[in-house]
């Protein structure tokens, strides 16, 4: 009971869809039959959707849990309307416009008066729909299956070796090509557009993963993180957060590896090879006992004795870099501080200090995150609402079987896309994607079993209930077998 919570304005819009459906067949032909007929034609069409769209929601909920709150709020207000009235009305009347060489508006005038041509129009696009959402549905589910990461298989001895197979560069792109070429050669007149569409496909998935690649952070060990490595030093360097570069945790180490991985330290000055060459000769001209200050070499230099007595983590100064960013109380600051030094940072100077503080010349770091973190955002949004539209061109083609009405289709797919929009919105909250560890298995199966079957509709008539069915048993069964996996007791460790 508590969550059906999540679906009460789904409940509330199918209601209102269905009356609106009513009003609209009995507009049209001014009998009960005619009003009923409409409203069954709705709720046919919202169950269509759901089903086709059920592993689109498992999807959405996987890439929503890491985004930032306030986009994800967005998605669900704004993309509410985009995928209702954009995909479900607009997207049909944009195609027939662009297939017949007429304007949208004319293309509205046809979907009102002139329904079947209409219909017919838009399943003259039927090659170009299916290469591009095909495609992009089909990177989609090679590009979860072939990632040499995943460690969760829910059907081993296929995904494992497609897990194995990312070590080939591009292994995506060249079966999605592939697909497409072979494909194309037993369409006839329409392999050009085919093969256009399908290309445009790749090249829009390839661009969004560019763009979300460009401003997601990589994985940084404790040395090259931001909490324990000055933002600018070793922009290159990402190393496993399993694997430290340095497994000590000593200010001494850390500054070390800061030194070592800082670009400007590879570029040492002659004044800071002196200096070295100055410590190293004191350091062999020192007796065997230790530098106790009574050498002779110590009498003469009273400043090499200084610098024989200093320990070595005063010796160990930064690059100018690591030096104006280093935070005062960060423990990567070793550098021994000179009495003007002290001076510059005594309580007198505090104030002024302050204020100069207080008016940054360039970005802080918040600001610099927080606009990545809008970037990051706004891309994933872009993600999402073409996965979507992905999602739905199937369904958008396939509702004209059911009823020729513009309106009615709109109706019927905008309560079904209410429903996944609500059911992501819950798997999002309840964490279940945790809970049922093989269930985003079993919806990319059913999204890779969805772009097949669009590619193949190219060539022979494929039912869409089957479509629907397939989707819908591969995302139970992977459901079924996350329950048992819960149920099966984890192996104890041997004892020693």
Known sequence: MHSLRYFITPLIFSVLGLMAGAAIGYGFSPTLTAALTASFYVAILAIMEISLSFDNAIVNANILKTMDPLWCRRFLLWGMP???FG???????IIVAIAAHINPIKALSMAVYSPQLYAHTLEE??????AFGGVFLLMVALKFFCNGHKTVHWIPFIEKPLARLSALEAIEEMFAMGCLLILSFFLGEHALNFLEAGILGLIVFIFIHSLTALVTPPITSPVTSPENLVEGLAPSVSLPAERPLFPHEG???QSLAASTLSPSALQESPQKNTQKNTLENSLENAPENGPRGNSKNSQRDPQ???QIHTPPEAQITSPPLFQANTPPNSPLNTQVNSPEDS???SPANSSTNAQTNSHPSTPTASTASTQKAMRSGLYGFLYLEILDSSFSFDGVVSAFAISSNLFIIAIGLGIGAFFVRSLTVMLVEKNTLQTYRYLENGAFWAIFALACLMLLGTLLPIPEALTGLIGVCLIGL???SSIRAAKTPSPSPAPH
């Open 87 to 93: 995909m479900r009305l607009l997207f049909p009347l």
């Open 343 to 345: 001076a510059e940072n």
């Open 125 to 130: 696009a039927h090659y170009s729909i299916a």
């Open 304 to 306: 090499r004795a200084a």
């Open 82 to 84: 985009l995928a209702v």
């Open 478 to 480: 992977s459901l079924l």
């Open 251 to 253: 200010s001494f180490s």
